[in-house]
DNA sequence: ATTTGACGACCTCCGCCGGAC
DNA sequence: TGTCCGGCGGAGGTCGTCAAA
């Protein structure tokens, strides 16, 4: 079933029934009518590949998300479709899987659409300039920085919260309420990724609030950002019978799982441990007792992608790299020492 | 930057380095290292729109999900891809927002992709023979049957559990245990989708145990199945005073905002009132208390529908509707009255 | 003036044939 | 004879252009 087909039935050309399919205004409404009936009672669908080979632009924008199952994510592309919606584009969404090249992926979307633009929804910290010639459209990191890469500043352009400042605050709540032994637990302490900033974060308020830091307290999962490697970290954590009043840890989901393992060791939160996260998943403000988090501002962070991608567009000069705050939401999981 | 520019700059034809890249056997080593190196240096991509345009035929199988956050698709779609893979076959993932439509956007994609097959995971219960029409390769339903639809039994193959069942046995988990008055927490009463099954379930159960049913203690929150509204749902029924010593609720992650929704009202769980739900998140497992949910077989129900989709496309005659059962897991949230 | 038809270019693959050594 | 490479044509939908009704 091809647009040929529809024609003959039609008794029309082939140019005819692609002025309708497409809406154009210089078809006579009778014509009109008859190839769309036609084309409902054969369910004939134009064949996207040949419509997308054609095209030498369009409107859209990508979006490509790494981690299909990254709840941080959904409430954010929400907003960035909104945003792009609003400003009368169209948005192409491609989830990758969390261990799948965000570039190559970008790269293939962009041809294959045609894009205008891109918004990276996760990535990796640590691109070169030689990979980032791939994508041949502006671009915008969306929860993430290059900073552990080579790309210069004026090269692209990001839209994140301070990941060390962030967890700096995290666990300075936790030392102004009397917290002296704080535990951490994260993926790995020198991934070159959010993991390490973080850390960093952690090690820095220990530092400066004159709190030594303790080697055995550090809970690394290996890499993983699982609650079942979370939940395994901090069980052995407590086995070792190593005392700490609280726990600092990276991400909402791996609290979670921290929460639990703490539970079922006997330890009751907060009144035997507290913990706090950051992320801010409104999936967290269910959870019994309440977490405490530092709260990205997803919608913002979205929005802002998507400004900083049209001002792109349209040869504007405004701050390429926006740093937005995290906020601490008060939770049950603290309490003062 | 296309095939030819490729070719142009190598010295060879096009339909070398369309051989190259097509890793075909007839090229000499010295010519194939060469494009390779030039396809490389210049970050060539081909054309996506193009191949998927030219290719009568792939071996592909299109997996279409609907409801991006659903997290229970997330560990059956880790399952489908392993099977597809390990059957020599390619996946081709669409995820699409919870209120398009799937059939439209198969369609697309079965024709973008030449496609062989396809699996649906989640989708509408009621379809019609014209809709379907649309789809021209065998297809699975996988976690829903069309049993609101007019589609006949042999028109289709479908992968489910039987919600009804499934909310009969955990209704008469709580009666076992000396529970009777029994609140339910669903979407709708007649959704003609899960949330009316499993809410017919609950009404059997109640009646084939001598149980009167209480319009009072059934709460509906509108047809949402998000948290939000399930735990202003549930804080209302508490608020009316009303009694009740358990909830049922369709899924785990309206049984987790109803937890929360207890417990900010007072009402310990399971101490002053059991839940049970149906779905079997891993997440639920990392609860306080543990969620005691029906598990749904999501791996074996990936593994399945993959088993039948090529047993379609091979011209088996296997059974075309697979019917699982749902397992109760045990946890923290129920205790007997 | 309005509506319709014809045509070529866009890009890649693939089967086939022909040529070269 | 076998190996390697070049060239051709068709398939797909769109869109601008030009011609024609």
């Given at each position: 079933m091809t647009i040929r087909d529809i024609a003959r039935e039609c008794g029309v050309s082939v140019s005819t029934v692609s002025r309708v399919l497409n809406k154009r205004p210089d078809v006579s409404p009778a014509v009109r009518r008859q190839v769309l009936s036609v084309v409902e009672r054969q369910g004939y669908i134009p064949n996207n590949?040949?419509?997308?080979?054609v095209r030498s632009q369009s409107d859209a924008i990508g979006v490509v998300v790494r981690g299909s199952g990254n709840l941080f994510f959904s409430d954010m592309l929400k907003t960035v479709s909104r945003a792009i919606d609003a400003a009368g584009s169209t948005m192409v969404l491609r989830q990758i899987d969390s261990d799948a090249d965000e570039v190559k992926e970008g790269a293939i979307l962009e041809r294959e659409k045609k894009l205008?633009?891109?918004?990276?929804?996760?990535?990796?910290?640590?691109?070169?300039?030689?990979e980032l010639a791939l994508i041949g459209v502006p671009y915008v990191c969306c929860s993430y920085t290059n900073c552990f890469g080579s790309l210069g500043e004026?090269?692209?352009a990001s839209v994140s919260i301070d990941d060390h400042l962030t967890a700096y605050r995290a666990v300075e709540v936790l030392l102004q309420l009397g917290h002296r032994r704080i535990a951490a637990l994260i993926p790995s302490r020198d991934d070159r990724s959010i993991s390490q900033l973080r850390c960093n974060g952690y090690l820095a308020a220990l530092r400066d609030n004159g709190v030594a830091f303790d080697e055995t307290l550090l809970a690394e999962t290996g890499g993983s950002f699982a609650m079942e490697d979370a939940y395994a970290t901090v069980s052995r954590l407590v086995q070792t019978g190593k005392d700490f009043t609280a726990l600092f840890t990276i991400s909402d989901t791996m609290a979670m799982a921290a929460l639990k393992a703490l539970t079922d060791h006997g330890r009751q939160v907060p009144r035997d441990c507290s913990v706090i996260a950051i992320d801010g998943l409104s999936m967290s403000e269910y959870l019994v007792p309440t977490l405490t988090t530092m709260v990205q501002p997803a919608e913002e962070m979205g929005r802002q992608a998507v400004a900083i991608l049209l001002d792109m567009l349209s040869g504007g000069s405004r701050q390429r790299h926006v740093r937005l705050e995290a906020t601490l939401r008060q939770g049950g999981s603290v309490r003062p020492l």
């Open positions: 590949s040949a419509r997308d080979l205008r633009g891109l918004i990276f929804l996760g990535g990796r910290f640590d691109y070169t300039p030689a004026e090269d692209y």
